[in-house]
Protein backbone atom coordinates (compact mmCIF):
# COMPACT_ATOMS: atom_id res chain seq x y z
CA UNK A 1 0.00 0.00 0.00
CA UNK A 2 1.06 3.92 -1.11
CA UNK A 3 1.46 5.67 1.97
CA UNK A 4 -1.03 8.42 2.49
CA UNK A 5 0.72 11.58 1.66
CA UNK A 6 0.24 14.22 4.58
CA UNK A 7 -0.75 17.90 3.08
CA UNK A 8 2.61 19.02 4.20
CA UNK A 9 4.44 16.46 2.06
CA UNK A 10 1.67 16.90 -1.15
CA UNK A 11 2.99 20.62 -0.68
CA UNK A 12 6.06 19.91 -0.96
CA UNK A 13 5.86 17.63 -4.05
CA UNK A 14 4.05 20.09 -5.81
CA UNK A 15 6.63 22.92 -4.76
CA UNK A 16 9.25 20.69 -6.36
CA UNK A 17 7.65 19.90 -9.37
CA UNK A 18 9.85 20.32 -12.90
CA UNK A 19 6.16 20.91 -14.32
CA UNK A 20 5.30 24.81 -13.61
CA UNK A 21 2.10 24.80 -11.45
CA UNK A 22 -0.40 27.53 -10.30
CA UNK A 23 -3.67 27.93 -8.82
CA UNK A 24 -6.16 30.65 -9.40
CA UNK A 25 -9.58 31.25 -7.33
CA UNK A 26 -12.68 31.29 -9.04
CA UNK A 27 -12.69 35.16 -9.41
CA UNK A 28 -9.42 34.31 -11.79
CA UNK A 29 -7.07 35.88 -8.91
CA UNK A 30 -3.74 33.86 -8.88
CA UNK A 31 -3.05 31.95 -5.57
CA UNK A 32 -0.03 29.73 -5.30
CA UNK A 33 2.57 29.42 -7.87
CA UNK A 34 5.53 26.91 -7.19
CA UNK A 35 8.96 27.33 -7.61
CA UNK A 36 9.19 25.64 -11.36
CA UNK A 37 6.80 28.44 -11.98
CA UNK A 38 8.44 30.69 -10.70
CA UNK A 39 11.86 30.20 -12.36
CA UNK A 40 10.55 29.81 -15.76
CA UNK A 41 9.02 33.51 -15.82
CA UNK A 42 12.45 34.95 -13.61
CA UNK A 43 9.76 36.29 -11.02
CA UNK A 44 9.18 35.30 -7.65
CA UNK A 45 5.53 34.06 -6.15
CA UNK A 46 5.46 37.63 -3.97
CA UNK A 47 5.40 39.59 -7.47
CA UNK A 48 2.68 37.31 -9.34
CA UNK A 49 0.59 36.19 -6.37
CA UNK A 50 -2.74 38.03 -6.12
CA UNK A 51 -3.14 39.43 -9.47
CA UNK A 52 -5.95 38.90 -11.41
CA UNK A 53 -5.25 36.87 -14.72
CA UNK A 54 -7.42 38.98 -16.92
CA UNK A 55 -5.25 42.31 -15.98
CA UNK A 56 -1.88 40.02 -16.35
CA UNK A 57 0.64 41.30 -19.38
CA UNK A 58 -0.94 39.05 -23.14
CA UNK A 59 2.70 37.06 -22.99
CA UNK A 60 1.23 35.90 -19.61
CA UNK A 61 -2.19 35.74 -19.89
CA UNK A 62 -2.08 33.04 -22.19
CA UNK A 63 -0.36 30.93 -19.66
CA UNK A 64 -2.86 31.01 -17.84
CA UNK A 65 -6.10 30.45 -20.50
CA UNK A 66 -4.81 28.68 -23.17
CA UNK A 67 -3.99 24.93 -24.23
CA UNK A 68 -1.50 25.64 -26.79
CA UNK A 69 2.24 26.44 -27.25
CA UNK A 70 2.43 29.38 -25.85
CA UNK A 71 5.70 31.51 -27.11
CA UNK A 72 7.23 34.03 -24.27
CA UNK A 73 9.39 36.47 -26.27
CA UNK A 74 12.66 37.44 -24.94
CA UNK A 75 13.79 40.13 -22.55
CA UNK A 76 16.89 41.28 -20.41
CA UNK A 77 16.41 38.31 -18.30
CA UNK A 78 15.53 35.44 -20.62
CA UNK A 79 15.66 34.01 -24.07
CA UNK A 80 12.65 33.04 -25.81
CA UNK A 81 10.92 30.39 -24.30
CA UNK A 82 7.74 28.30 -25.70
CA UNK A 83 5.52 26.52 -23.50
CA UNK A 84 3.13 23.54 -23.15
CA UNK A 85 -0.12 24.97 -21.25
CA UNK A 86 -2.90 23.48 -19.80
CA UNK A 87 -6.01 23.92 -17.25
CA UNK A 88 -8.43 21.72 -15.30
CA UNK A 89 -10.90 22.32 -12.35
CA UNK A 90 -9.70 21.10 -9.28
CA UNK A 91 -13.09 18.71 -7.77
CA UNK A 92 -13.07 20.23 -4.53
CA UNK A 93 -16.08 22.46 -4.77
CA UNK A 94 -13.51 25.76 -4.48
CA UNK A 95 -14.01 26.45 -7.88
CA UNK A 96 -10.04 26.81 -7.98
CA UNK A 97 -8.57 25.72 -11.32
CA UNK A 98 -5.19 23.92 -11.58
CA UNK A 99 -2.86 25.67 -14.48
CA UNK A 100 0.35 23.75 -15.86
CA UNK A 101 2.93 25.19 -18.32
CA UNK A 102 5.85 22.70 -19.19
CA UNK A 103 9.14 24.02 -20.73
CA UNK A 104 9.03 22.86 -24.74
CA UNK A 105 11.92 25.47 -25.95
CA UNK A 106 14.30 22.78 -26.74
CA UNK A 107 11.77 20.57 -28.60
CA UNK A 108 11.01 23.58 -30.58
CA UNK A 109 13.84 24.88 -31.30
CA UNK A 110 15.25 20.86 -32.29
CA UNK A 111 11.90 21.55 -34.75
CA UNK A 112 12.95 24.49 -36.37
CA UNK A 113 15.99 23.16 -36.62
CA UNK A 114 14.81 20.02 -38.18
CA UNK A 115 12.79 22.20 -40.31
CA UNK A 116 15.20 24.31 -41.62
CA UNK A 117 17.47 20.82 -42.66
CA UNK A 118 14.49 19.75 -44.43
CA UNK A 119 14.52 22.96 -46.74
CA UNK A 120 18.29 22.57 -47.30
CA UNK A 121 17.87 19.24 -48.09
CA UNK A 122 14.74 20.14 -50.66
CA UNK A 123 16.94 22.80 -52.49
CA UNK A 124 19.86 20.30 -52.54
CA UNK A 125 17.36 17.41 -54.58
CA UNK A 126 16.66 20.15 -56.65
CA UNK A 127 13.30 18.80 -56.83
CA UNK A 128 10.24 20.74 -56.39
CA UNK A 129 8.46 18.32 -53.52
CA UNK A 130 4.54 18.91 -54.64
CA UNK A 131 5.10 18.53 -58.56
CA UNK A 132 8.29 16.92 -58.98
CA UNK A 133 9.24 19.89 -61.19
CA UNK A 134 12.84 21.43 -60.89
CA UNK A 135 13.26 24.26 -57.87
CA UNK A 136 14.51 27.31 -57.57
CA UNK A 137 17.87 26.31 -56.81
CA UNK A 138 17.79 24.35 -60.50
CA UNK A 139 16.22 26.89 -61.79
CA UNK A 140 18.78 29.15 -61.48
CA UNK A 141 21.56 26.80 -62.17
CA UNK A 142 20.09 26.36 -65.53
CA UNK A 143 19.31 30.01 -66.01
CA UNK A 144 22.94 30.70 -65.66
CA UNK A 145 24.30 29.16 -68.28
CA UNK A 146 21.70 30.60 -70.78
CA UNK A 147 22.38 34.19 -69.81
CA UNK A 148 26.43 33.18 -70.52
CA UNK A 149 25.10 31.52 -73.86
CA UNK A 150 23.71 35.12 -74.63
CA UNK A 151 25.87 37.08 -73.60
CA UNK A 152 28.86 35.30 -75.82
CA UNK A 153 26.66 34.82 -78.82
CA UNK A 154 24.16 37.29 -78.23
CA UNK A 155 21.63 34.67 -78.64
CA UNK A 156 18.06 35.27 -77.49
CA UNK A 157 16.76 34.42 -74.03
CA UNK A 158 13.64 35.58 -72.11
CA UNK A 159 11.69 34.23 -69.14
CA UNK A 160 8.39 34.43 -68.00
CA UNK A 161 7.37 34.32 -64.49
CA UNK A 162 3.51 32.94 -63.51
CA UNK A 163 1.93 33.26 -60.60
CA UNK A 164 -1.41 31.11 -59.80
CA UNK A 165 -3.49 33.67 -57.45
CA UNK A 166 -5.73 33.50 -55.14
CA UNK A 167 -4.08 30.12 -53.54
CA UNK A 168 -4.68 31.70 -49.68
CA UNK A 169 -8.53 30.76 -50.44
CA UNK A 170 -7.13 27.14 -50.41
CA UNK A 171 -5.75 24.34 -47.55
CA UNK A 172 -2.65 22.41 -48.27
CA UNK A 173 -4.30 19.88 -50.20
CA UNK A 174 -6.28 21.87 -52.53
CA UNK A 175 -3.41 23.53 -53.20
CA UNK A 176 -1.47 20.83 -53.74
CA UNK A 177 -4.32 19.75 -56.67
CA UNK A 178 -4.63 23.31 -58.32
CA UNK A 179 -0.78 23.43 -58.70
CA UNK A 180 -0.27 20.01 -59.71
CA UNK A 181 -3.19 20.65 -62.65
CA UNK A 182 -1.02 23.83 -63.71
CA UNK A 183 2.06 22.11 -63.57
CA UNK A 184 0.69 19.78 -66.14
CA UNK A 185 -0.23 22.37 -68.72
CA UNK A 186 2.79 24.11 -68.42
CA UNK A 187 4.92 20.58 -69.30
CA UNK A 188 2.39 19.86 -72.11
CA UNK A 189 2.90 23.55 -73.38
CA UNK A 190 6.42 24.44 -73.61
CA UNK A 191 8.77 23.23 -76.13
CA UNK A 192 11.49 20.36 -75.14
CA UNK A 193 14.42 23.23 -75.07
CA UNK A 194 12.35 25.39 -72.58
CA UNK A 195 12.74 24.79 -68.59
CA UNK A 196 9.86 24.89 -66.25
CA UNK A 197 9.97 24.58 -62.60
CA UNK A 198 8.15 25.83 -59.27
CA UNK A 199 9.94 28.98 -57.81
CA UNK A 200 8.10 29.12 -54.90
CA UNK A 201 4.44 28.48 -52.95
CA UNK A 202 2.87 30.24 -56.14
CA UNK A 203 5.11 31.43 -58.63
CA UNK A 204 6.36 29.09 -61.81
CA UNK A 205 9.26 29.85 -63.63
CA UNK A 206 10.07 29.57 -67.48
CA UNK A 207 13.73 30.05 -68.95
CA UNK A 208 12.94 30.08 -72.75
CA UNK A 209 15.97 29.97 -75.35
CA UNK A 210 15.93 31.88 -78.55
CA UNK A 211 12.83 33.45 -77.06
CA UNK A 212 11.75 37.23 -77.83
CA UNK A 213 9.44 39.57 -75.88
CA UNK A 214 6.79 39.23 -78.51
CA UNK A 215 7.11 35.79 -78.29
CA UNK A 216 6.30 35.38 -74.62
CA UNK A 217 3.37 37.10 -75.56
CA UNK A 218 1.57 34.78 -77.71
CA UNK A 219 2.79 32.02 -75.50
CA UNK A 220 1.27 33.79 -72.49
CA UNK A 221 -2.34 34.15 -74.67
CA UNK A 222 -1.91 30.33 -75.17
CA UNK A 223 -1.40 29.42 -71.33
CA UNK A 224 -4.28 31.68 -69.88
CA UNK A 225 -6.40 30.28 -72.53
CA UNK A 226 -5.22 26.47 -71.14
CA UNK A 227 -5.59 27.42 -67.60
CA UNK A 228 -9.10 29.45 -68.00
CA UNK A 229 -10.66 26.27 -69.43
CA UNK A 230 -9.14 23.82 -66.69
CA UNK A 231 -11.80 22.00 -64.69
CA UNK A 232 -11.27 22.85 -61.16
CA UNK A 233 -10.40 19.63 -59.81
CA UNK A 234 -12.36 17.81 -56.72
CA UNK A 235 -12.52 19.47 -53.55
CA UNK A 236 -12.21 22.86 -54.16
CA UNK A 237 -14.81 25.57 -53.00
CA UNK A 238 -17.77 25.63 -55.82
CA UNK A 239 -16.80 29.55 -56.42
CA UNK A 240 -13.05 28.97 -57.08
CA UNK A 241 -11.43 29.37 -60.33
CA UNK A 242 -8.14 29.04 -61.39
CA UNK A 243 -6.44 32.52 -62.53
CA UNK A 244 -3.00 33.20 -63.35
CA UNK A 245 -0.78 36.87 -63.83
CA UNK A 246 2.66 36.82 -66.16
CA UNK A 247 5.52 38.79 -65.59
CA UNK A 248 8.18 38.08 -68.51
CA UNK A 249 11.46 40.25 -69.68
CA UNK A 250 13.52 39.37 -72.71
CA UNK A 251 17.59 39.64 -71.69
CA UNK A 252 19.44 42.59 -73.31
CA UNK A 253 22.83 43.36 -73.09
CA UNK A 254 24.11 43.66 -69.69
CA UNK A 255 21.73 41.92 -67.69
CA UNK A 256 22.47 38.92 -65.18
CA UNK A 257 19.52 36.55 -63.49
CA UNK A 258 18.78 39.34 -60.92
CA UNK A 259 18.04 42.01 -63.25
CA UNK A 260 16.38 40.03 -65.75
CA UNK A 261 14.18 38.55 -62.57
CA UNK A 262 13.73 41.76 -61.83
CA UNK A 263 12.44 43.18 -64.83
CA UNK A 264 9.66 40.07 -64.77
CA UNK A 265 8.84 40.58 -61.01
CA UNK A 266 8.21 44.07 -61.84
CA UNK A 267 5.64 43.13 -64.46
CA UNK A 268 4.12 40.72 -62.29
CA UNK A 269 3.38 43.01 -59.75
CA UNK A 270 2.11 46.05 -61.47
Given at each position: ?????????????????????????????????????????????????????????????????????????????????????????????????????????????????????????RDALA???????PNKVA????????????????????????????????????????????????????????????????????????????????????????????????????????????????????????????????????
Amino acid sequence: MLKKLSHSELSQVLKASPMGLAVSDEKQNIIWVNKTFESYLGISAKEINGHNIKKLPDSLKSLFTSSNVIHIPANSLREDQWFMCNQSSLDDNSGNTAHYITDVSPLHLLTQECESLKDKLRDALAQDEVTGMPNKVALYKSLEPQISRSRRYNNLLSIIIMRVNKLTQLDETQTTKVLLHVSQILNDQVRWADIVGKLNDSDFLLVLPETTADACKNLIDNLDDHIKTLTVPEGLPDNFNVAVSFGYSEWEKGDDSSLLMQKARKMLEN
